[in-house]
């Protein structure tokens, strides 16, 4: 017979094998689940690491460009409420030429450029000096009224931080049907491979000497290679424009997309001081 004692011996026995076995299990659960995390941070982290790499600036006058434009797939985020204006009433010109207009602009003279956006101004102080086929072919291309009435149809918002704008079709493949040399690529305020806020850089197809009409402006000092033509600063109260524009964030929420913002430039001008 069994004694009291060994009776109860054999309950913590078995309440002790209870609570190993729990225990193992718990080990067993966590290890699993610390694997999916392990998991879908490395996606999250190769993910981030792929929007760097291909997120550069360029813009897509020639097909073979589209690829600029992949970014890692992700789910939408909430759309934030568009800060700006309607667009003033107005279609985009058709305007396209068969070769870069000539030199006309004082490269001794300062130059400015008024972007009349839908958020609010934006002046850029141009760099005719060091830059003057780019500052040129702004001047010409704004008399014109090519940039009116166009949608600025790019924003970064992570690693790099750039509103594209100056393409009429608005998907970034227009062009003005020419190309500018690069220009000012040792400005000085490209130190260590980056943009500063500010700058206002020309985006190209990734080959040198592919510039057309398309443009950004940097809103966060962006880490980019020197290969986008400086030709010109963003004014104080523009970056305030700005700001407001990136704070509205992008269509895709993978941080490469359309303006959730409105950004449409009803009238663009340059003058000669």
């Not at 699993?32 to 760097?52: D, K």
């Not at 600025?152 to 998907?171: F, K, W």
């Not at 400086?230 to 305030?240: N, R």
Request: with cysteine; net charge positive.
């Amino acid at each position: 017979m069994v004694s009291q004692e060994q009776r109860r011996r054999q309950l913590a026995r078995e309440k002790f094998l209870r609570q190993q076995q729990r225990r193992t299990e718990a080990r067993r659960r966590a290890k699993v689940r610390n694997s999916v995390i392990a998991s879908v941070l490395g996606v999250v982290i190769i993910g981030s690491v792929a929007l760097y790499t291909t997120g550069v600036m360029k813009d897509d006058d020639k097909k073979e460009n589209a690829g600029a434009e992949v970014t890692p797939s992700a789910s939408p985020t909430t759309k934030a409420p568009d800060p700006c204006e309607k667009p003033a009433k107005g279609k985009v010109k058709p305007l396209n030429w068969k070769k870069e207009p000539a030199v006309t602009i004082d490269k001794s003279a300062d130059y400015t450029m008024k972007l009349a956006t839908t958020c609010g101004d934006i002046d850029i102080a141009l760099k005719a000096a060091a830059a003057p086929h780019t500052v040129n072919s702004f001047d010409f291309l704004a008399g014109k009224g090519y940039f009116d009435h166009t949608k600025c149809h790019r924003l970064t918002t992570n690693s790099i931080y750039v509103l594209q704008c100056g393409d009429p079709t608005g998907s970034g493949s227009g062009g003005p049907g020419y190309t500018i040399p690069d220009e000012n690529l040792k400005d000085k305020v490209l130190k260590k491979n980056s943009y500063p806020a500010g700058t206002v850089a020309m985006a190209n197809t990734g080959q040198k000497h592919t510039g057309g009409s398309q443009f950004f402006l940097v809103y966060k000092d962006s880490p980019l290679p020197p290969s986008y033509t400086p030709f010109g600063t963003v004014s104080a109260s523009g970056m305030k424009v700005l700001k407001k524009i990136a704070d509205a964030g992008e269509n895709t929420g993978a941080g490469d997309g359309a303006p959730n913002a409105t950004v449409v430039i009803n009238k663009a001008t340059v003058t000669k001081s």
